[in-house]
């Protein structure tokens, strides 16, 4: 009943010709696959080109990252209208690289995630522990933290869309992929929050992806997992390669 979503964040590469040819390969080597829900987040100046290449496609378009205003005095910035209005479906919310190398807090995670929900963009929201918080057993500790603080008043009639990613940042392009029971525990976990904050049957509802080092010869025995629904993935998305072969190893 959950959708398996696998989406490909591109983080800070591919210029705009590049990002274009990326996604047209994409889009024909996909073409008919609809058991999985498929995203590509491609950089903020080649939205508009990949929009163009993937419309009347099945795969959706996603950016990495928004501001929780629609206009205004924020030199700098992209808001949720101006995602909206270059075809974008997605936004990346609250990634480990923008809470360590742009201070993104859980309170800005917060404002982001509400301001996705009400533009009708579906946020996926990061979560995921730092290597020293693992092993100081904190992990759980961390990961509820993240979801309270992503979720902090937004009601149970708003949150519907939403998609949670668990990034454990140690496994994020290392090449350590996290051990399918090692991702259950905190996919398990993420979910048992949600039917605290909400209830049962939502919490059953949202999907939750893993992300760090999936491959295609790894995600096949992450997706065993009862409460794991697809994956973020950096590094193996920038070749159709590894994009589609990911893909077509679930679907
Ligand atoms: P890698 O797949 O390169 O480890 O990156 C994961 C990630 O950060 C996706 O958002």
Same mark, same amino acid.
């Given at each position: ?30 073409? +008919?696959?609809?058991?999985?829900? %498929? ?13 163009? =290449?993937?419309?009347? *496609? ?19 910035? =992209? ?6 209005? =270059? ?8 990634? *480990? ?30 979560? +995921? ?11 759980? *500790? ?16 708003? =949150? ?14 290392? +090449? ?29 509802? %949202?999907?939750?992806?893993? +992300?760090? *080092?999936?491959?295609? &010869?790894?995600?096949? &025995? ?30």
């Amino acid at each position: 009943m959950r959708k398996p979503f696998i989406a490909g964040n591109w983080k800070l590469n591919l210029l705009t010709e590049p990002a274009m040819n990326l996604a047209g390969e994409l889009k024909n080597r996909l073409r +008919g696959v609809d058991q999985v829900e %498929i995203a590509v987040a491609p950089v903020f100046t080649a939205l508009s080109a990949v929009s163009k =290449v993937l419309a009347g *496609s099945n795969l959706g378009l996603s950016a990495q990252d928004l501001y929780w205003e629609d206009a205004g005095a924020f030199t700098g910035e =992209v808001g949720p209208a101006m995602l909206k209005d =270059v075809g974008c479906k997605y936004v990346i919310i609250g990634h *480990s690289e923008r809470r360590q190398f742009f201070h993104e807090t859980d309170e800005s995670v917060n404002k982001k995630v509400k301001a996705s929900l009400k533009s009708g963009l579906i946020p996926i929201c990061c979560v +995921g522990e730092l290597l020293p918080e693992r092993e100081a057993g904190k992990t759980l *500790s961390v990961i509820e933290r993240q979801v309270k603080g992503a979720l902090a008043g937004i009601s149970k009639a708003e =949150v519907p869309p939403l998609v949670i990613a668990y990034e454990p940042v140690w496994a994020i392009g290392t +090449g350590k992929v996290a051990t399918p029971e090692q991702a259950q525990e905190v996919h398990q976990f993420i979910r048992k929050q949600l039917a605290l904050i909400y209830d049962p049957t939502l919490a059953d509802s %949202i999907r939750i992806q893993y +992300g760090g *080092s999936v491959k295609p &010869d790894n995600i096949k &025995d992450l997706m065993k997992m009862p409460d794991l629904d697809g994956a973020l993935v950096g590094g193996a998305s920038l070749k159709a390669e590894t994009f589609v072969g990911i893909i077509k190893a679930i679907g």
